[in-house]
Antibody
């Protein structure tokens, strides 16, 4: 079955970077894009960006454009999200989620989600 | 950016009740609306796509309606296992955006 397994909990100091991984299984990794979404405590979910796992093209939310980098390793069927210049407001649960459609460039939302990775930013 | 206003933020229901959750978009998004269920410690589950289509494997007591700016998730004959956080997502335009979520409690 399709599964996304994310890396474990992270605790970082302000100004540091964090890199979260998302290992996919049960489908052809390069056939689907991968989204990254986060949810800060008490806040709604926020879309951060996505990557076309087939060609590596990315698109980011303007809010995170300057600080986020999404990459993928097709040999490992793994997507990564790196967020730099961390601040306390980045404390959140970060999710990877597979795009519904295989149509390149279009989004129909997400179908399968990872279990979430808690990132805490604290001095 | 499309803002989604979801309501109510919290609701308490009795088994067998019919529950409606609303999601209003700040602009016309056609039927580009999905609904999801999230339970503590579990992965998010995709329940409704394109506003009205039940995702395979989801019980038929779940249904979706709406088009344009007003959307509703309905749970008929709600069961105890439906206690969860529900949220809507619009995928009509980037950035994709989410509703604030609704916590459904079963008495």
């Amino acid at each position: 079955q399709v599964q996304l397994v994310q890396s474990g909990t992270e605790v970082k100091k302000p100004g540091a970077s964090v890199k979260v991984s998302c290992k996919a299984s049960g489908y052809t990794f390069t056939s689907y894009a991968m989204h990254w979404v986060r949810q800060a405590p008490g806040q709604r979910l926020e879309w951060m960006g996505w990557i076309n796992a087939g060609n590596g093209n990315t698109k980011y939310s303007q809010k995170f454009q300057d600080r986020v980098t999404i990459t993928s390793d097709t040999s490992a069927s793994t997507a990564y999200m790196e967020l730099s210049s961390l601040r306390s407001e980045d404390t959140a649960v970060y999710y990877c989620a597979r795009e519904v459609t295989r149509i390149v460039g279009a989004s129909y939302g997400m179908d399968v989600w990872g279990q979430g990775t808690t990132v805490t930013v604290s001095s | 950016e499309t803002t989604l206003t979801q309501s109510p933020a919290f609701m308490s229901a009795t088994p067998g009740d019919k529950v409606n959750i609303s999601c209003k978009a700040s602009q016309d998004i056609d039927d580009d609306m999905n609904w999801y269920q999230q339970k503590p410690g579990e992965a998010v589950i995709f329940i409704i796509q394109e506003a009205t289509t039940l995702v395979p494997g989801i019980p038929p007591r779940f249904s979706g309606s709406g088009y344009g700016t007003d959307f509703t998730l309905t749970i008929n004959n709600i069961e105890s296992e439906d206690a969860a956080y529900y949220f809507c997502l619009q995928h009509d335009n980037f950035p994709l955006t989410f509703g604030q979520g609704t916590k459904v409690e079963i008495k």
